[in-house]
């Protein structure tokens, strides 16, 4: 997995603090698998926590907005207003099939398609949903790049 270049330039690494996700969801249901990976296997999971991933509620105190599912048009503004009200320098990361391109949901006339047709996405995870390791790795690939 690559990390688009030059968006992590302003992460201090050496400060020691941890990077913040938060879960946006711009589909009401759709997304219910790619959403409880990432959920189950990172928010409460201390292997994450202790490699310096934390999960926080608001988009206010997040360093990258974790997107599950695909943009349907009357959540297209709600994922706007979270990606404007995350602080720079921030990330987007599309997790799963539906987040990357509109997976199974493509072509419905409720979809718009995936994040980075509405927002700049910087990793992709491929995946229906994606493996929990590949999450995990995607995630930590992140870390790095900070």
């Known amino acids: 997995m690559k990390v688009k270049g030059g968006v992590g330039s ?15 969801r711009p589909a009401a249901v759709a997304d219910e698998a790619c959403r409880c990976e990432p959920q189950r296997h990172c928010s409460h999971d201390e292997a994450a926590q202790y490699s310096g991933l934390h999960f926080v509620a608001s988009p206010r105190h997040a360093d990258v907005l974790l997107v599950t599912g695909p ?26 099939d539906c ?29 229906c949903p994606p493996d929990p390791i590949q999450l995990l790795k995607g995630l930590l690939t992140l870390l790095e790049a900070a």
């Not at 302003?10 to 020691?16: E, I, L, M, V």
């Not at 072509?107 to 995946?127: E, F, K, Q, T, W």
């Open 71 to 96: 943009v349907t048009r009357n959540m297209r503004e709600a994922l706007e207003r979270t990606y404007h009200a995350t602080p720079d320098p921030k990330w987007v990361v599309a997790v799963g």
């Open 10 to 24: 302003g992460f201090d690494s050496a400060r020691g603090a941890p990077i913040t996700l938060r879960f946006e």
């Open 99 to 127: 987040a990357v391109d509109g997976g199974i949901f493509s072509g419905s006339y409720a979809v718009i398609g995936g994040v980075s047709g509405v927002v700049p996405v910087d990793l992709h995870i491929r995946g």
